[in-house]
């Protein structure tokens, strides 16, 4: 059984190499994208399961491009899944019905 985890490590570690090297980039660069991509899926699910609604009390970045706001959308567990963008109208729209 120890000998089957072993081979199956050092096939993945020498898949993982040989995608880095026919892109030029580092087993690191090419790890990280492989967990950035697992997190995204995850958070993904999180939201087909829990489902996400947006947080109008919460706004990240107040009024950053003039009248535009970004409002996370958080699940039922309180993980934020992603982010809209919301006008000042739309945002006030939202801010009113909570």
């Known amino acids: 059984m120890k000998r089957k985890l072993i081979n199956r490590n050092k096939f993945m570690l020498t898949k993982l190499l040989s995608l880095g090297n ?10 990280s994208i492989k967990r950035s991509l697992s997190e995204s899926t995850m958070t993904r699910r ?3 399961r829990f489902g996400a609604l947006p947080d109008a009390n919460h706004p990240e970045a ?3 491009y003039g009248e535009v ?4 959308c958080v699940s039922s ?6 982010f809209i ?4 109208a739309e945002f006030q729209a939202a801010k009113a019905a909570v």
């Open 22 to 31: 026919r892109n030029d980039m580092y087993l690191k660069d090419v790890i």
């Open 46 to 48: 999180h939201e087909r």
């Open 62 to 64: 107040q009024n950053l």
């Open 69 to 72: 706001f970004f409002v996370p």
């Open 77 to 82: 567990r309180g993980k934020v899944c992603h």
């Open 85 to 88: 963008t919301m006008t000042a």
